[in-house]
């Protein structure tokens, strides 16, 4: 073989590993991923709204991070989903947000979250179950979900997670 061929071969050799070895960077992440797990971590162990808005607004920067520093198709697709992932959190931050502020109202039963405008999105994206109500004293119709369905937006969370921990591992 000649000479050149040989070089040229190990020049499109060193190229392609170069191009494959830039296709995803898992370094990149770090930062995301640790601030996604303690959102996480917090949902589990359950504790007050605000601390939970400030690790969301840590996950919000850190994906705003990113968007500059992705490259690969592999890159922006893990971004994509780490951006899911804040949605989801952000749906399951508005429904304790109503669960919380209804309940002291006293027109919304202990254990229903009141369907807002922010929610009715929300319900129908999951599909959550909704019950109909009539406030007596107006006649008002208004509607609710169980309280329960926080955890569902928390468990497709965890899905999310899984997934981009699938990539992460691949």
Known sequence: MKRSSLVA?????????????YEFDKKKFENVNHAA?????????GADIKQ???LLQKLSSEIAILKDRVKSEK????LKDYSNLLTIY????????YKTEFT????????LIYVGQ??????????LPTESHIFKPTKQSWKSIPES???????????QLEIIDNILNY
Do not use: H
């Open 118 to 127: 922010d929610v009715e999105s929300i319900v129908e994206k999951y599909r």
């Open 37 to 45: 797990k303690a959102v996480r971590d917090y949902v589990k162990a």
């Open 75 to 78: 890159e922006r697709e893990l």
């Open 52 to 54: 939970f808005e400030d």
């Open 90 to 97: 952000r749906d399951g931050l508005i429904l304790w947000k």
């Open 149 to 159: 369905s926080i955890q569902i937006i928390w468990m497709n969370a965890d899905s």
């Open 9 to 21: 071969i190990l020049s499109l050799f060193i190229f392609c590993f170069a191009c494959t070895s």
């Open 104 to 111: 002291r109202y006293g027109f919304v039963p202990k254990g």
